[in-house]
């Protein structure tokens, strides 16, 4: 039951680190386009984040799954700042949230490959992993 936890813990703060991105990303796109693409992006972190949660109710019925703590969203904000601050492209901004795509892939994949979880929590995180590969598509047409 540990390890259903924790997985579904570790895909939350996830979903909440790529909602965080993006909310703190969209006031440097002005195409128009590309923000649509975004939100959209958004809907779909949060829309796996309420799933999530629903889940964990089942698993610790207590306490609520992790998110992203303070810090880690200042950094991730610092970050966003730093990088975008000479060149706000679509380009740039794709290239930021395919690297953290990327990393939500890697850590999906381990809960996947390395823990013994429920058929609910598999499913789950397979959907996490399949929903990242596919914003790295979508992603990958502003480079």
């Known amino acids: 039951m540990k390890e259903n936890i924790n997985a579904l813990d570790e895909m939350n703060k996830g979903a909440s680190m790529g909602m965080d991105a993006i909310s703190f990303i969209m006031d440097k796109v002005e195409d128009a386009k590309f923000l649509k693409v975004l939100k959209c992006e958004y809907e779909k972190y ?10 964990y109710k089942k698993y610790n019925e207590d306490d609520t799954p992790h998110e992203t703590n303070t810090m880690t969203k200042a950094m ?10 000479n060149d706000n492209s679509n380009s740039k901004i794709a290239e930021l949230l395919l690297q953290g795509t990327n990393m939500g892939i890697i ?4 809960i996947l490959n390395n ?3 429920d058929k ?8 996490y ?7 790295v598509e979508v992603l990958k047409k502003y480079l």
């Open 46 to 55: 949060k829309k796996m984040s309420d799933r999530i949660r629903d889940v």
């Open 76 to 85: 991730t904000w610092w970050g966003i700042e730093m990088k975008t601050f």
């Open 107 to 110: 850590e999906g994949r381990r």
């Open 115 to 117: 823990k013994e979880l």
């Open 120 to 127: 609910e929590v598999t499913k789950i995180a397979d959907e």
């Open 129 to 135: 992993v399949r929903m990242q590969e596919e914003s």
